[in-house]
């Protein structure tokens, strides 16, 4: 830890930093955000003395202690660090020279003028003409929920503050949504259960393939004796996806042909990827990036297309994308070590292959109109820019990437494609700064702390409380099984007295819900949705969760603990987050802050120390009273034990602890557990400093369901941001 003591200059104002280098540029923009407004996107730090801009390489320790924020134009004329990313000329030239002795040993290495390589691609070529069928591409539509992949697109975008996106976005965020979907629904096969008894079996050779599964591309099949009953049991590794839309199972070659097939059925632009050292996925072009975009079914992720060469320790050859459009040599959007993958490709000289490609590719768009071809080659030309500038990149040493996770651990060893150890990697990011997407949460909060007040100054019993969230339960499930964009449902009251000041209740409950309800004389409410329906979308899980937490604590009579009742009103909502470390794509900071218990922030190495700031939205500042935690899905071992909480009303420059606690135990999954404010501050940013997991030693992961910060009465606007 180094202390710093920073003066920052902007628009003729100075500012004091009290800063710890330790936590890096991130949290020094954060800093500079919380004085100056300026978003940490669009900041450009100046050390004056030394006339250079601050970056990530910078070392923050051996800096003057004066910065300049300075704008953009600025910038433009100040000498800048060459980014991480990219490499001297010296650098360069010996890339260059290392290519040229790679290529000179091809010219003597290469097993033939192309007529291998032109074996090994040229089958994929008919594979992929399959994925044309209507027929196959119908089968694939109809096993897709759509309307529930819709929702959860238009969810995820709505979490990142976009309600309204563009068809692109949907588009993108949808097949986003299909390939999380196949990696759920796909069963990858090591060996096949016994089909008589369904226990573990070896395999114990090949067999002749049967009329019925030759008819489906089934030519080599596996045989496989059961290791109980004897039994044997056959495993066709069929090639025809219409097939495979049946069966959903195989391994990475079955999965990359039928998520393709999906892909195309949805109407993207696709190709499959085929990895001469043994491995296949997809790729489809995104609108929204204006460029192909990876995606590998059987490990569920997308855009990483590092992820072989650095994560599974690869040592890539070819890398060939295949569509109905041509075919193109994709090897050096995978590496960054691009003079070594060269001296590996010696089934063919570097000309013979791209004639072969060539070949293909006019003979695939030897029919096109000269519309589309000048298409095709315009993006053709921009996709070749591309995979050059890329190769020439210098690897982020700070990048870690996780090793194979499809298939059994003894069969990815057997492959060298385990990659790190499997607690060490698996998908870590820096992180950067969010916003909390959560209004909706603090306005469910705020209802049905309202509603249950009531519930208690019309002196209802325990019991009497417990059916009347029965019913409510009942209702919210019901309505959230409906079609998201046109849900109706009954809201059935009439086993109850009901008030007038308890319909105001419940009507606040239903807008906080973004639904509306119309009474009917016997006490039956008829619900729809109204105006987005993605905000009824978001608010229902939030709702469920509490329900059914509300239930538990009556049931179990521990919902007042040192005065604080779950839930409760004044929650902290829309701030502005950033944390030590995260988990993509679903175990990000802001995962805290949504009321559910589907989501959790996980910090991949955070069991020995990590943190959260949450800063207070539009400049308020509130004295915070108390805060929740809930303990996440799993692994008891990562909650936090030992943790400190600290408040700043400087954005960050100086910390006050507010709240200690140690030797906590999260009990159960899904516990909620409240807090009140030792010292109280009136703050705009709070920290939330990790100390130590309940056993640091057994793994190195941080995680938490969910955080909720609460204001005192009166010291917070009671109004929430609408959605």
């Known amino acids: 830890m180094v202390a710093r003591q920073f003066v920052l200059r902007h628009d003729g104002d100075e500012f004091p930093i009290d800063y710890d280098t330790d936590h890096g540029l991130e949290i020094l923009k954060l800093q500079i955000f919380s004085l100056t407004s300026v978003e940490p996107d669009d900041q450009q730090i100046l050390a004056e003395d030394e006339r250079q801009l601050v970056d990530e390489g910078t070392d923050l320790n051996a800096l003057s202690d004066k910065l300049k924020l300075v704008s953009i134009t600025e910038a433009k004329d100040i000498s800048k660090p060459s980014a991480s990313q990219e490499i001297s000329d010296e650098e360069l030239a010996r890339l260059l020279q290392a290519e040229e002795e790679a290529l000179l040993l091809q010219q003597f290495s290469a097993v033939d003028n192309g007529e291998q390589f032109m074996i090994r691609v040229e089958p994929y070529v008919k594979q992929v003409l399959m994925y044309e069928s209507p027929v196959r591409q119908e089968a694939a539509r ?20 976009n309600f309204n996106p563009s068809k692109d976005e949907r588009d993108h965020s949808f097949l986003l949504q299909l390939l999380f979907w196949f990696k759920q629904s796909f069963r990858w096969v090591n060996a096949p259960p016994c089909d008589k008894c369904g226990h573990e079996t070896s395999n114990i050779g090949m067999g002749a393939p049967l009329p019925s599964e030759i008819e489906y591309g089934g030519s080599r099949v596996e045989i496989y004796r059961c290791n109980r009953c004897s039994s044997i049991t056959r495993f066709p590794r069929y090639n025809d996806p219409l097939k495979l839309v049946e069966t959903r199972r195989g391994r990475c070659g079955e999965w990359a042909n039928c998520f393709t097939l999906y892909c195309r059925a949805f109407g993207y632009d696709a190709r499959m990827i085929l990895d001469l050292t043994d491995h296949v996925w997809t790729e489809c072009y995104s609108q929204v990036h204006g460029r192909w975009m990876h995606l590998d079914p059987c490990e569920g992720t997308y855009d990483n297309p590092l992820l072989y060469e650095k994560g599974w320790g690869k040592k890539l050859n070819y890398v060939i994308g295949i569509s109905k459009d041509g075919v193109h040599d994709v090897t050096r959007r995978y590496t960054r070590k ?3 993958v060269l001296s590996r490709r010696i089934i063919a000289t570097e000309s013979a292959a791209s004639s072969v490609l060539s070949s293909i590719t006019r003979q695939r768009r030897s029919n096109y109109s000269a519309e589309a071809l000048s298409i095709l080659t315009d993006r053709d030309q921009r996709e070749l820019e591309e995979l050059e500038k890329a190769s020439y990149l210098k690897p982020d040493t700070e990048l870690s990437l996780p090793g194979r996770q499809s298939g059994s651990v003894e069969w990815r060893k057997s492959r060298s494609e385990l990659g790190l150890a499997e607690t060490e990697a698996l998908g870590l990011s820096s992180c950067p700064v969010r916003k909390c997407v959560d209004a909706h949460v603090s306005a469910i909060y705020d209802s049905f702390s309202l509603l249950l007040s009531q519930l208690s100054d019309e002196h209802a019993s325990g019991d009497r409380i417990i059916d009347v969230m029965e019913v409510f339960k009942k209702f919210l499930l019901d309505i959230k099984s409906q079609p998201f964009k046109k849900r109706e449902s009954s809201l059935d009251l009439k086993p109850f007295e009901i008030s007038e000041k308890m319909k105001e209740c419940i009507k606040r409950l239903l807008g906080a819900l973004s639904l509306k309800g119309q009474w009917g004389d016997d006490r039956e409410i008829r ?28 049931k179990n009579k521990v919902y007042l603990k040192d005065g604080l009742t779950f839930p409760r009103p004044n929650r902290l909502c829309s701030g502005m987050v950033i944390a030590s470390g995260e988990q993509l794509p679903v175990g990000i900071a802001t995962s805290a802050f949504e009321g559910t218990r589907a989501n959790k922030w996980e910090e991949p190495n955070g069991a020995k120390g990590c ?40 954005g960050g420059s100086s910390w006050t602890v507010i709240d200690r606690q140690g030797s906590q135990l999260f009990e159960s999954r ?9 010292t109280r501050f009136v703050a705009d940013t709070f920290r939330f400093r990790v100390l130590s997991v309940r056993d640091p030693n057994s793994q190195p992961r941080f995680q938490i369901g969910s955080i909720d910060l609460y204001a005192a009465p009166n010291s917070y606007p009671s109004e929430k941001n609408s959605l």
Not at 613 to 637: F, H, R, T, W
Not at 671 to 676: A, G, R, T, Y
Request: hydrophobic letters at 40%; a negative charge.
């Open 338 to 340: 691009w003079h070594e």
């Open 527 to 554: 619900v729809t949705v109204t105006g987005n329906p993605v905000n009824s979308s978001l608010a229902l899980p939030v709702a469920l969760d509490l329900v059914d937490e509300v239930i538990n604590s009556y």
């Open 611 to 650: 943190w959260l700031i949450y800063k207070v939205p539009n400049g308020q500042k509130c004295d915070l009273e108390s805060y929740d935690l809930m303990s996440a899905n799993d692994v008891p071992e990562r909650d936090p034990m030992d943790w400190v909480l600290e408040a700043s009303s400087d």
């Open 142 to 161: 109809k096993t897709v929920p759509v309307d529930e992949l819709e929702e959860k697109a238009l969810v995820s975008l709505a979490k990142e503050g």
């Open 670 to 678: 899904f516990l909620h557990k409240s807090f009140k404010i030792g």
